[in-house]
């Protein structure tokens, strides 16, 4: 905080301290009963004439975002969650010690009460003509320097809340997000799926490849991981006869901060049993359009200067045969162990070891081709090395049933048919203990009571998940993590204000 800063939040305390000396300093007797976009809709288009001669009783509240104060009359704009809407306070009207009051104690960013009459200014504003105006909260904190944005993104994220106050901006990204959640849960309702919760706090970290948090339950003395993903669980829900659910819900990977990523981040993931997962890309471009026709009204949006249509349908490309066109490497080079690596060390990819055929694959694709596709893709035929849940493909053993949908260079939906055969998991779990044991963080355990339920049988299943967070990047063309998630991780605390 500058000294100036500091010293007017010194005279916000001293009228504060004038305040509590008349009594309560912090009422909650005032009751708001309209908000200003409500009245702009109602009464925006009516004449001075009109307004002067139907009177129109309203009662507002509002931070205060702009103050003219003038000699027996002045104005103040209220800030709702709607709007803004002006008011005139007059000394004649409000009394000689309520406009004391008003021109004395209050300052920007103050929480007020309004009750007049609707009038328009001669430059047509839409205001309202105040027979009663209350303080109902000291700010004790002045708003930032040019109140209408806060120019340090980092600060925006630190303290939201004063984003919040004085970027309409990035209201209007949260609002959007809102929506989107409303509208997932709608299309999957409508779909007969059922929503459920499952734990956060797992015995056994799994579901997904990558670091867990860890922390420790006092009474059990034990161990416990941050979800890394509910797959486990859902799946379970799956063979106990939850055909058909969902999950809208955090998840926690002990991972680095960057534009794409933060440690806590909330997905969709959803399981549908006697599927696939060709039905399931085909599921994905049904929500995708139904999404952005709820919450963006078209197919079609513009992120980071680049417009991406949804309305077509989206193509599907095997994973060998997307490297090969973006790389112009022969496919049939890429299908060979040794010469993928020699194609991997020449991409200056530092290749471990105990990589096999599949990883090779993925990481050249990763280096590659992932930022390249811009235009919606589903890409299919992953290795099966590197998706230990997914089931083997027909055609050819190396592969899996799996797809992953990219836009704008991002992964958005990852899914696949579920592998099912309790046997071949537990073989899948072994191999990733063994690369866990040799110092693989992000490998999974070896989850017994996971089989367990395998064993009593998991139909033929299909299961997907999406993030919220990048779905709302789309949606808002936010080219940050930290811009849609209200509350980012950061480093250091930035707890302090002053």
Known sequence: MSDDSRNEAEQRRRKLGELRCRGEAYPNTFRREDLAVDLANAYGELSKQALAETPVEVTVAGRVMLRRVMGKASFITLEDPSGRIQCYVRRDDVGEEGYADFRHLWDLGDIAGVRGTLMKTNTGELTVHAREAGLLVKALRPLPEKHHGL?????????????????????????????????????????????????????????????????????????????????????????????????????????????????????????????????????????????????????SITFEGREIDFGPAIPRRRMTTAVAAETGIAEADLLDETRLGEIARGMNISVEPDWGWGRLLMEVFEARVEANLVAPTFVTHYPLEVSPLARKSAEDPRLTDRFELFVAGREIANGFSELNDPEEQADRFARQAELKDRGDLEAMHYDKDFLAALEHGMPPTAGEGIGVDRLAMLLTDSSTIRDVVLFPQLRGTGGDES
Not at 181 to 210: K, Q, S
């Open 151 to 299: 120019a340090d993104r980092e600060l925006r994220y630190r303290h939201r809340h004063l984003d919040l106050i004085v970027n309409e901006e990035s209201r209007d990204v949260f609002r959007i997000r809102a929506r989107l959640v409303t509208a997932l849960r709608r299309f999957f309702d409508e779909r007969g799926y059922l929503e459920v919760e499952t734990p956060m706090m797992h015995p056994i970290p799994g579901g997904a490849a990558a670091r867990p948090f860890v922390t420790h339950h006092n009474a059990l003395d034990t161990n416990l991981y941050l979800r890394v993903a509910p797959e486990l669980y859902l799946k379970r829900l799956v063979v106990g006869g939850f055909e058909r659910v969902y999950e809208i819900n955090r998840c926690f990977r002990n991972e680095g901060l960057s534009p794409r990523h933060n440690p806590e981040f909330t997905t969709v993931e959803f399981y549908q049993a006697f599927a696939d997962y060709v039905d399931l890309m085909d599921l994905t471009e049904e929500l995708l359009r139904e999404l952005l026709q709820d919450v963006a009204g078209g197919t």
